[in-house]
């Protein structure tokens, strides 16, 4: 008997996680695979955020239910993080804390959208934006950019997609899996667009700001007439390298930050207690760490382009932020190697895994089915020797 939902039906498992399991069962088996699938900082939390944690269990203070919200005092600080890093004004009632962004996109999702209520998606997109849209019975509208402008799709593409249906737009600056960044400029122009419609909220995924190698970040929720209707997300596990402890936020206008905490209420409550206490140190806490973090990033990037500039067939452009590569790999579909055919993206990264022992996540997963992600958050090393068994597998393609 199938007992499953048509909504559990209606979504894919997460290509990026999917990888990283077949990953796991080569490497099982003692085949050595070069990981560059999983967005994770190949860094470890710092000291002074561990001792934060360390000291919250030894107080004993911290080991009951806390507010499904967030600790008062750490909104306190997001609140003026928000002020202080991005402009924008949000009080601490505006803020929720949940277990990771990735449940703050779900939070907002669940508790705005009605059945048929469309979505505009910045494509390429991080890949849960629109599973997380079709569980909340919603329906996803891809905007799609290029590689020749950035993957950054255009103020009039948005103006064109836009229905009575429309409740929501949703992007990611720095964006995963282009590592493009929208500047004020680009924002303004999209907030253009938006001005005769208030009845659209904006969703401003920010988790890569502090990744970051181009121009000032940008929140577009600063523009005239925007905060009031901008969802600003953001976390912990990219720019403090605090992946596993499962920290996001969110600023919202407060009856969306009201809707979400009562959606978190129902679903999992607050976030891990002795977690918030190493947000909070993250947060009051030097800098250095994560600004060494992002200058190793920028080295990588460097690197890395130079060497995707060799391998035949691969167009990469320069991304702004973040820690990934989204070259277009078309050239390659419907190219083989005695029995195996490259007729998907999907193909060439699981040929990919399978020669030359480097996992990759598809483009088609990320709403791109021309395109691959390389994730750069590996040690130089492994990131020599991976392009350079990709390159020497791609050769064997004909």
């Known amino acids: 008997?199938?007992?499953?939902?048509?909504?559990?039906?209606?979504?894919?498992?997460?290509?990026?996680?999917?990888?990283?399991?077949?990953?796991?069962?080569?490497?099982?088996?003692?085949?050595?695979?070069?990981?560059?699938?999983?967005?994770?900082?190949?860094?470890?939390?710092?000291?002074?955020?561990?001792?934060?944690?360390?000291?919250?269990?030894?107080?004993?203070?911290?080991?009951?239910?806390?507010?499904?919200?967030?600790?008062?005092?750490?909104?306190?600080?997001?609140?003026?993080?928000?002020?202080?890093?991005?402009?924008?004004?949000?009080?601490?009632?505006?803020?929720?804390?949940?277990?990771?962004?990735?449940?703050?996109?779900?939070?907002?999702?669940?508790?705005?959208?009605?059945?048929?209520?469309?979505?505009?998606v910045l494509t390429p997109y991080w890949v849960s934006y629109s599973a997380m849209i079709l569980l909340a019975e919603g329906t996803p509208v891809f905007v799609r950019g290029t590689i020749e402008n950035d993957f950054k799709a255009t103020a009039n593409q948005i103006r064109e997609a836009i229905t009575d249906k429309t409740k929501a737009l949703i992007f990611s600056s720095p964006c995963n899996p282009t590592g493009s960044?929208?500047?004020?400029?680009?924002?303004?122009?999209?907030?253009?667009?938006?001005?005769?419609?208030?009845?659209?909220?904006?969703?401003?995924?920010?988790?890569?700001?502090?990744?970051?190698?181009?121009?000032?970040?940008?929140?577009?929720?600063?523009?005239?007439?925007?905060?009031?209707?901008?969802?600003?997300?953001?976390?912990?596990?990219?720019?403090?390298?605090?992946?596993?402890?499962?920290?996001?936020?969110?600023?919202?206008?407060?009856?969306?930050?009201?809707?979400?905490?009562?959606?978190?209420?129902?679903?999992?409550?607050?976030?891990?207690?002795?977690a918030q206490r190493a947000a909070l140190g993250a947060l009051t806490g030097p800098m250095e760490p994560t600004h060494e973090m992002a200058r190793a990033y920028e080295k990588r990037r460097a690197l890395v382009y130079n060497l995707l500039k060799e391998v035949p067939g691969f167009e990469v452009n320069m991304p702004q932020g973040a820690f990934y590569f989204f070259p277009n790999v078309r050239h390659y579909l419907g190219k083989s190697l005695g029995d195996i055919k490259i007729e998907s993206i999907n193909d060439l990264c699981m040929y990919l895994l399978e020669d030359a022992h480097v996992s990759l996540v598809t483009g088609e997963a990320f709403g791109d089915p021309e395109c691959l992600r390389l994730s750069y958050a590996a040690s130089e090393d492994d990131l020599k020797t991976a392009i350079a068994k990709i390159k020497e597998s791609l050769a064997k393609l004909l």
């Open 181 to 274: 960044v929208f500047n004020r400029k680009e924002l303004e122009a999209i907030a253009e667009v938006l001005k005769d419609r208030k009845d659209i909220t904006v969703i401003s995924d920010e988790i890569y700001e502090l990744i970051n190698f181009g121009e000032k970040h940008e929140s577009i929720g600063t523009l005239d007439g925007m905060q009031d209707r901008t969802v600003t997300v953001n976390g912990f596990s990219k720019g403090f390298a605090m992946t596993g402890w499962r920290v996001g936020y969110i600023g919202a206008p407060l009856w969306l930050a009201k809707a979400s905490n009562k959606m978190q209420g129902q679903y999992t409550s607050g976030n891990c207690s002795i």
């Open 1 to 120: 008997m199938n007992a499953l939902s048509n909504r559990i039906k209606s979504i894919p498992e997460s290509a990026t996680l999917a990888m990283a399991a077949k990953a796991r069962e080569m490497k099982e088996k003692g085949i050595e695979v070069i990981s560059l699938s999983l967005g994770e900082p190949d860094f470890k939390t710092p000291k002074h955020i561990q001792e934060a944690a360390k000291e919250a269990i030894d107080s004993q203070n911290y080991f009951a239910y806390p507010p499904v919200n967030g600790y008062l005092d750490l909104r306190k600080a997001i609140s003026e993080k928000f002020e202080k890093d991005n402009g924008l004004n949000y009080s601490p009632d505006q803020i929720v804390v949940s277990n990771g962004a990735k449940q703050s996109i779900a939070n907002v999702f669940m508790a705005m959208l009605n059945p048929g209520d469309e979505v505009i």
